[in-house]
């Protein structure tokens, strides 16, 4: 009988992966873990590596779960480190499939599972399965291979690492260009594994090759091993071994080549010294914000401020001022949204003056930009602008441009803007945001989209956490209170949803005072919506009364009175509410 319990799980496993639902099949394999548990650790590395092993799935689906479980986490199932290398039988068929998602999984597993073999396993068993997938006949075995070599270089001996670099050449130079794709993504962490004088003498050459090799899909992914042989080299050995290599990719024929090397520039420039970065990278970056192509020039206005850390004022101004200028009026939009995010963070580096007399005509014309991206990622950067020149500057341009952006025909516009504005209300100040934002802010709540008006409320408590409850008494609160009236129930329903919002940011006086004299007659409401949101609000009102001993008298005297009138309405929403409110902890005292 105990036999039969024991053969009871794999008995299980198996007639599940023999099943024609695809769904049991993946239940079965999400289950691995704890079928194995069950088996024990002999009877998992007996029979149920070897069946995992025998039975490959169809199903990519399938395929990429069990590539998933067989990594690390499952060598404790096995019966720890020593049985690790079991799992490499099952991820080596893995690593050989047609979808790419499966194979890339199977090696994420292959590496961490290298993480805890020893040395003799991985020369017995980790190094053959490296020699069989990267001399594999299809291109997939191989593809799959070029990650699996950086994770167990500097664990084998010289002999085998020598081994490991010239099959790591033959990659290199694979005739199919999907397997040099796949070794020019590893290069890089492949180059950090050996020492400097073998990155000259092995790593660089196989660098040039794929950087000029005919398919822009593999040139694309040298960029980041250059960063990498950067790295390990010092400043004059980059200066001699890489200088061609950084001119070529700046200038390369295809724009998705060039775009790497824009959006990876400031990273380049950290790695090759102050020399190459002033000499070099300053004219090439300059050429990059030029492009022909949109996309290029979007990646690299997305570097302009960190690159703009890595060289002096007066370069800043003399030679990546007039390129800033260009794409502030550049006739791409995406262009344009670019530098809104990043021009900000010049300011700081250039310092009060050049700030007002270089970037702030730049910033005022981008907030006068046709495309409400553009303006509303200049408005929410304003905050590094504000603390070099002062709010003062920019408010007389800001405040149009805030009221366009309010107005928006597109209502997510609409949303943005009200989202930035308790960040804006922060850096204008109180007396500003009265005179100027607090009529627009009260107008969102009048909004014909709800979206608008359920974000209108939220930025009204987070307003009031801004500048205080008291300024909420006497600014916001009255007027949110006369919609109360309203005879537009969508006016007196946005009133309730204001309260119920505001009230965890206020406090039991502004509540007695001012907000259940609003809310109380709404008990009476004709509409059963308002009925229902006056039992809703009841209850987030009541929580912040139950704080004080004065707010739970008012909890006994009024907030209870009305809901026991609501628990008996006519309508069935609202005698839910009702009743959900009165067993609410802060209602009953509980």
């Known amino acids: 009988m105990e036999n039969e319990e024991q053969l009871y ?37 007996d029979e149920l590596i070897p069946f995992l092993q025998d039975s490959l799935d169809d199903e990519d689906e399938v395929l990429l779960a069990l590539a998933e479980e067989l990594g690390q986490g499952f060598v404790e199932y096995l019966g720890g ?75 084998v001996s010289p002999a085998l690492q020598d081994e490991l670099r010239k099959l790591f050449a033959a990659l290199c130079n694979d005739d199919t260009p999907m397997v040099r794709r796949a070794a020019a993504r590893d290069l890089g962490p ?22 000029s090799d005919d398919q822009d899909s593999v040139r694309l ?26 001119r070529n990719a700046v200038s390369d024929k295809s724009w998705r080549v060039r775009y790497m090397v824009a959006d990876h520039f400031v990273e380049l420039a950290s790695a090759v010294g102050e020399d190459v970065v002033r000499d070099e990278l300053v004219m090439a970056f300059v050429q990059l914000l030029k492009d022909n192509e949109a996309e290029v020039r979007t990646a690299g206005a997305g570097q302009i401020p960190g690159f703009a850390k890595l060289i002096d004022q007066d370069i800043i101004l003399a030679r990546l001022m007039p390129c800033v200028r260009d794409l502030a ?43 409400s991206d553009v303006r ?32 928006d025909k597109q209502w997510r516009v609409r949303q943005a803007i009200i989202e930035y504005i308790p960040l804006l209300a922060n850096q204008l100040g109180v007396e500003f945001f009265d005179e100027q934002l607090s009529n627009l802010c009260m107008s969102w709540l009048g909004d014909t989209v709800f979206s608008i008006r359920e974000a209108a409320t939220v930025n009204l408590r987070k307003l009031t956490e801004v500048f205080g409850v008291d300024w909420a008494r006497n600014t916001i609160i009255p007027k949110v209170l006369q919609m ?79 809901l ?15 009743q959900k409110a009165m067993e609410a902890d802060a209602i009953t005292g509980a």
């Open 329 to 371: 009026s550049d006739s791409s939009q995406h262009v344009r949204a670019a530098l809104g995010t990043q021009i900000s963070g010049l300011a700081p580096l250039l310092g009060k003056d050049a700030t007002i007399e270089h970037l702030l005509p730049l910033f005022l014309k981008l907030l006068k930009d046709d495309f």
């Open 564 to 578: 026991e009138k609501l628990k008996d309405d006519q309508d069935a929403d609202v005698r839910f509410f009702a």
């Open 81 to 155: 480190p020593a049985y690790a290398h079991l799992l490499l039988g099952p991820l080596e068929n893995l690593a050989a499939v047609e979808e790419t998602v499966v194979r890339e999984k199977a090696s994420e597993s292959i590496t961490k599972i290298a993480e805890v073999l020893s040395k003799p396993q991985i020369e017995e068993h980790y190094f053959p399965l490296l020699r069989r997938l990267s001399g594999g006949d299809w291109f997939t075995s191989r593809t799959s291979s070029t990650s699996l070599f950086a994770a167990v270089y500097a664990k």
């Open 484 to 562: 109360g009236a309203h005879p537009n129930y969508l006016y007196r329903m946005t009133t309730l949803f204001a309260i119920t919002t505001m009230a965890p940011s206020l406090n039991t006086s502004v509540i007695v005072d001012s907000v259940l004299e609003t809310v109380l007659p709404m008990v009476n409401d004709p509409i059963p919506n308002i009925r229902f949101n006056v039992a809703k609000s009841f209850e987030v009102l009541a929580q912040v009364l139950n704080e004080t001993s004065e707010g739970k008298g008012v909890i006994k005297a009024k907030i209870l009175p009305g």
């Open 190 to 211: 492949f180059a950090k594994n050996l020492s400097k004088e073998l990155v000259v003498s092995d790593i660089i050459p196989l660098y040039r090759k794929l950087s």
């Open 376 to 407: 509303l990622n200049i408005i929410s950067k304003l905050e590094q602008v504000n603390e070099v020149i002062g709010i003062d500057l920019l408010s007389q341009s800001l405040l149009p441009a805030i009221v366009e952006l309010a107005e």
């Open 221 to 246: 992914l040298t960029v980041q091993d250059l960063i990498a042989i950067a790295q390990v080299l010092d400043h004059e050995e980059t200066k001699s071994y890489l200088l061609p290599s950084m």
């Open 9 to 45: 799980p794999i008995a299980i496993l198996i007639d599940e992966l023999k099943s024609d639902d695809v769904t049991l099949r993946l239940n079965a394999i999400h289950r691995i873990s704890t079928i194995a548990l069950a088996l024990g650790p002999e009877r998992a590395r």
